[in-house]
C-alpha cells in the first residue's frame, strides 16, 4: 500500500512541478506518507526546495516585533523550536494594540462555524454564541492597520527562514474566537489533539489578543512530537487527551499560557490542539509560512486598500514571501 501513496504523490510533484497546483489525491497520498514514513518524506522534499530555492539575504540586525534579532539570537530560537517544537518569546505585543484589535472586529462580521460544518456570517455575540469557533476572512484582517503591520513583520520572515532552510511563502493569516459555547471539546473548532500536515514544512506565529490561562483556551502542545511519534499516533486523524497521556509523560504535554500579546512560534506538524475553554473566551490570530504550496490549496489574497504595503526596499527584497497577496484594484 505505501507504494501506491509513494506513486500517486510522485505524480502529484510532477503536476506541481508543470502547473503549480496539487490534485487532491495526491495530496491525501502526501498526508498518508508522513505518517507511514514518520515524517520523512517530508525531510526529502523539504532538502530539495532548500537546493533549489536558496535563502534571502537580510541584514545582521532586523528589528521587529520579536525585538532585536541578531545571527545569535536567530540561531538560538530557531534551535529551540527545531528541539521542542515551539517557543515563546519575551516580547509582546502591547495591550493597547490587543485591545484595539478586539474592539475593531467586535464590529466585524465573522463566520461561525458549527459543528456540523454549516456557517453562518454574523457579528459575534460574545455573550450568545451560536458555534465553537468564529473566524474572520483573510483580507478583513489585512484591512486593520495592525494586524497588516503584523503580517508583513521582518523578524517573523527571518525566522521563518531560519526554521524552514529556505525561502519562506506566506500561506495564510487567519483569526478566530475561540467561543464559550460547549462543554464539549469540538473537533470543529480543533479543540481535539492532532497534527497539521498542509506542507511539506512549515511555521507558525500565534498571538493571543486576550489574556490566556488554563480556563480560557491555551494552546497545547507535546513537546519533540514534531520530530517523531509513536505508531499509534501516525494516523491523520483527531485523538483524545486519554490518547496523548498513554504516550506521553505529563511533563511533556504544555500548556501555553500567556496575557493578551503573547507571541508563540510553533511547528504545528507535532501533536497540538485548542484547549476547550471554560471560564473565558479566547482571540487569536495566526500567520503561518510554509516552503512551497504544494499540498493543500492556496488561495490568493485581494486586498484592495492594504493599509501598511512595505516601502519599497523592503517589497524588492522580499516581496516575493507574500507572493498570494494581491492589492490594488
Not at 508522513?34 to 528589528?63: A, D, W
Not at 541578531?70 to 521542542?84: A, F, G, M, P
Amino acid at each position: 500500500m505505501t507504494l501506491i501513496y509513494l506513486l500517486i504523490y510522485k505524480i502529484g510533484l510532477l503536476e506541481y512541478s508543470l502547473f503549480k497546483s496539487t490534485n487532491k489525491y495526491s495530496y491525501l497520498a502526501f498526508r498518508k506518507l508522513h505518517g507511514l514514513t514518520n515524517g520523512k518524506i517530508n525531510e526529502t522534499y523539504s532538502q530539495k526546495v532548500s537546493r533549489k530555492n536558496g535563502k534571502h539575504q537580510f541584514p545582521e540586525v532586523t528589528n521587529g516585533l520579536t525585538g532585536q534579532l541578531n545571527s545569535e539570537r536567530l540561531n538560538s530560537i530557531t534551535s529551540k523550536i527545531k528541539e521542542q517544537g515551539y517557543y515563546i518569546f519575551d516580547e509582546k505585543l502591547s495591550e493597547d494594540v490587543c485591545e484595539n484589535i478586539t474592539n475593531y472586529f467586535s464590529k466585524i462580521p465573522s463566520k461561525a462555524i458549527a459543528e456540523d460544518n454549516s456557517k453562518h456570517h454574523l457579528i459575534y455575540d460574545r455573550q450568545n454564541p451560536i458555534a465553537p469557533i468564529y473566524r474572520f476572512d483573510e483580507a478583513e484582517i489585512l484591512k486593520n492597520e495592525d494586524l497588516s503591520k503584523i503580517f508583513y513583520d521582518i523578524n517573523f520572515v527571518r525566522l521563518s527562514q531560519e526554521y524552514l532552510g529556505s525561502k519562506p511563502l506566506n500561506n495564510s493569516i487567519i483569526m478566530w474566537w475561540s467561543a464559550l459555547y460547549t462543554k464539549t471539546a469540538s473537533s470543529r473548532a480543533a479543540q481535539l489533539y492532532h497534527f497539521d500536515m498542509d506542507h511539506p514544512k512549515f511555521i507558525k506565529f500565534f498571538i493571543y489578543l486576550t489574556d490566556v490561562d488554563s480556563d480560557s483556551g491555551p494552546h497545547c502542545y507535546v513537546k519533540k512530537s514534531h520530530v517523531s511519534k509513536p505508531d499509534s499516533l501516525i494516523d491523520d486523524k483527531r485523538y483524545s487527551d486519554s490518547d496523548i497521556s498513554d504516550n506521553y509523560e505529563a511533563s511533556e504535554i504544555v500548556e501555553i499560557l500567556g496575557s493578551k500579546g503573547t507571541i508563540v512560534a510553533v511547528d504545528t506538524s507535532g501533536l497540538h490542539k485548542g484547549k476547550l475553554p471554560v471560564n473565558k473566551d479566547r482571540l487569536i490570530v495566526q500567520i503561518e509560512f510554509t516552503n512551497s504550496f504544494f499540498g493543500q490549496k492556496v488561495n490568493d489574497l485581494h486586498v484592495p486598500d492594504l493599509p501598511a504595503v512595505p516601502d519599497s526596499q523592503y517589497q524588492d527584497a522580499y516581496g516575493e514571501v507574500y507572493t498570494r497577496v494581491k492589492t490594488g484594484s
